[in-house]
Each structure stands twice: as structure tokens, then as C-alpha cells.
């Protein structure tokens, strides 16, 4: 059973950094695209951004483009996300995900094509 476990959640002051980090369990996570998703109070989830199985490849939402850096370690089958200069229209519950078609050549921004989330962190700015 496939597990991914989130954390590195809290609450940050406007222009801070927070560092979230995916751990996966009960299976290897090098072929598999994965991905960075946001549900804020009262909407719908979306993504935020993904990574290709060998890291070459990356998406992000325009909002967070050069602020948050998403990466992985395949040796420790982890994934991150550096969130730089947060605004507080980032806080939000914000989830991992895992696309388990194995060697995609680009990662999805689809929340369809995921097949495996976690619980979710909860990321919150103030202003």
C-alpha cells in the first residue's frame, strides 16, 4: 500500500519560507511523476507544481513561479517543496500526489491523473 506523508507545514509571516517535504513509503517513487497540489478555504484543489520521474522536467502554477521550487530525492524516495516570499494567498491545506505511469517524458498538472495523495499540510501566512 503506497503511502505519502506530508509535513513541514505552519504558520509564516508574509515574505517568509517554508520547506514542505513528501515521504513515500510501501513503494519505489523514481518512475513516477509526482506533483505539489492547494486546496484553500472554501475551493476547489489545484496544482501547484509537478516533477517528472527523473527530476528533468518541472511545472508550476504562474502564481508561484519563482518563488517555490519543487525537487526530489530519489534515494530517499522524498519529495520537496521550497516556498519562498509567501504571500497569504498561499495558505492553504497543500497536498503530495503520485502519477504511478511509470517513465511519463513530462509530468501531468492533471489532479485526474494522480493516483496515489497524502493527507495534506496546512500552510498558513500572515500578513
Known amino acids: 500500500q503506497v503511502q505519502l506523508v506530508e509535513s513541514g507545514g505552519g504558520l509564516v509571516q508574509a515574505g517568509g519560507s517554508l520547506r514542505l517535504s513528501c515521504a513515500a513509503s510501501g513503494h519505489i517513487i523514481v518512475y513516477w511523476s509526482m506533483g505539489w497540489f492547494r486546496q484553500a478555504p472554501g475551493k476547489e484543489r489545484d496544482f501547484v507544481a509537478s516533477i517528472s520521474w527523473n527530476g528533468g522536467i518541472t511545472y508550476y502554477v504562474d502564481s508561484v513561479k519563482e518563488r517555490f521550487t519543487i525537487s526530489r530525492d530519489n534515494a530517499k524516495n522524498t519529495v520537496y517543496l521550497q516556498m519562498n516570499r509567501l504571500k497569504p494567498e498561499d495558505t492553504a491545506v497543500y497536498y503530495c500526489?503520485?502519477?504511478?505511469?511509470?517513465?511519463?517524458?513530462?509530468?501531468?498538472?492533471?489532479?485526474?491523473?494522480?493516483?496515489?495523495w497524502g493527507e495534506g499540510t496546512l500552510v498558513t501566512v500572515s500578513s
Open positions: 500526489a503520485a502519477d504511478n505511469r511509470p517513465l511519463q517524458p513530462r509530468p501531468t498538472m492533471s489532479s485526474a491523473d494522480m493516483d496515489y
